[in-house]
């Protein structure tokens, strides 16, 4: 009787681990995705994907529109890299030469955009800043 106890037990023990096992492997997997997924959005492609895509939804950009936006967002995601070589990471986000960039890009789309689209595309850029401005007071503690 003792013996079968035993062997209930020691099964049970396997389970739970079998079962913590798994459900560890499975947070961890969610982890992964969720931490390679936030560093694609710092990718240039991603992030411009990432910009597209929400444009899109928020505008509404028409098919060509969106081939065009995409051209400037790719080129807007060189020249970052062009710059981000010579800066130091704190002020990546920063650097004057950035808002340069950033403008001029901003512009390119602002020219593409249909009337009824600017105000959407404004309210993008406002958050956006906003945000921005955030992350600088945050850094400058």
Same mark, same amino acid.
């Given at each position: ?72 967002? =790719? +080129?807007?995601? &060189? !020249?970052?890299? *062009?710059?981000? %070589? ?42 956006? =800043? +906003?945000?921005? &401005? !955030?992350?600088? *007071?945050?850094? %400058?503690?």
């Amino acid at each position: 009787m003792e013996s079968n106890t035993s062997q209930k037990k020691a099964r049970l023990i396997v389970a739970a681990v079998f079962v913590i096992g798994f459900a560890a492997g499975a947070l961890s997997l969610n982890l992964y995705q969720h931490l390679t997924s936030s560093q694609n959005k710092d990718h240039p492609r991603g992030r411009t994907e990432y910009i597209l895509g929400k444009m899109n939804k928020e505008v509404g950009l028409t098919s060509d529109q969106q081939d065009n936006v995409k051209k400037i967002l =790719d +080129e807007t995601g &060189e !020249k970052y890299f *062009e710059i981000r %070589k010579d800066i130091e990471p704190v002020m990546k986000p920063f650097e004057p030469r950035f808002e340069a960039v950033r403008q001029e890009s901003r512009n390119r789309i602002r020219s593409l955009l249909r009337e009824e689209q600017l105000p959407k595309f404004e309210e993008m850029v406002r958050k956006q =800043d +906003e945000i921005r &401005e !955030k992350e600088r *007071e945050r850094l %400058k503690k």
